[in-house]
T-cell receptor, first 114, second 116 residues
Framework: DAKTTQPPSMDCAEGRAANLPCNHS???????VYWYRQIHSQGPQYIIH???NNETNEMASLIITEDRKSSTLILPHATLRDTAVYYC???????????????FGTGTRLQVTL | EAGVAQSPRYKIIEKRQSVAFWCNPI?????LYWYQQILGQGPKLLIQ????????DSQLPKDRFSAERLKGVDSTLKIQPAKLEDSAVYLC?????FGTGGEKLFFGSGTQLSVL
């Protein structure tokens, strides 16, 4: 069952910020938002995750709305190597003790162009 | 740090044959996952292990697929007999627990299976 909605594709010029949206209107209080990406012919790669607060790491920033019903992944200066499929996933905290699956949808195909 | 190792990288078999995939997770990672990714789709979880016990195998077609994780380290996934619709990339992942309720999965490069 899809818990997230993402646009199927987006384009971004190299050097510009890429803002990838995700809707998760049915998210529950103990569910994290995760982002992974998959470059062609490789396995998915973890990018970032968050619960309520905005998060930033060396790869990206994650902005979660106050009501937690949507989020945006920001790649501040996109490069050609960021061309990939980006997956937004919601998943229960491991602390709930339930075996919640990390379920991938079809993601957003980001094309970074010169 | 060594990543998740998978072999073989590619495999071509005929339908009704058997095939096995091997995965060596990152050292110290207790949780191991097998995913199936059909062309154009996102990865689909087949089975999740915690150490050498199965946590979730609800989407594993148990009439033909089997998996084991001996001694809580390496894992093998087997298909017997294979069908045309099993053509896919089989991904293995192991995970790091942040301790805050979040988890980070590390994926291998996968085994691309073609069933003719």
């Amino acid at each position: 069952d899809a818990k997230t909605t993402q646009p199927p594709s987006m384009d971004c010029a190299e050097g510009r910020a890429a803002n990838l949206p995700c809707n998760h209107s049915t998210i529950s209080g103990n569910e994290y938002v995760y982002w992974y990406r998959q470059i062609h012919s490789q396995g998915p790669q973890y990018i970032i995750h968050g619960l309520k607060n905005n998060e930033t790491n060396e790869m990206a920033s994650l902005i979660i709305t106050e009501d937690r019903k949507s989020s945006t992944l920001i790649l501040p200066h996109a490069t050609l190597r960021d061309t990939a499929v980006y997956y937004c996933i919601v998943r229960e905290s491991l602390h709930t003790g339930t075996a919640s699956k990390l379920t991938f949808g079809t993601g957003t195909r980001l094309q970074v162009t010169l | 740090e060594a990543g998740v190792a998978q072999s073989p990288r590619y495999k071509i078999i005929e339908k009704r044959q058997s095939v096995a995939f091997w995965c060596n997770p990152i050292s110290g990672h207790a949780t191991l996952y097998w995913y199936q990714q059909i062309l154009g789709q996102g990865p689909k979880l087949l089975i999740q292990f915690q150490n050498n016990g199965v946590v979730d195998d609800s989407q594993l077609p148990k009439d033909r697929f089997s998996a084991e994780r001996l001694k809580g380290v390496d894992s093998t996934l087997k298909i017997q007999p294979a069908k045309l619709e099993d053509s896919a990339v089989y991904l293995c992942a192991s995970s790091f627990d942040f301790g805050t309720g979040g988890e980070k999965l590390f994926f291998g490069s996968g085994t691309q299976l073609s069933v003719l």
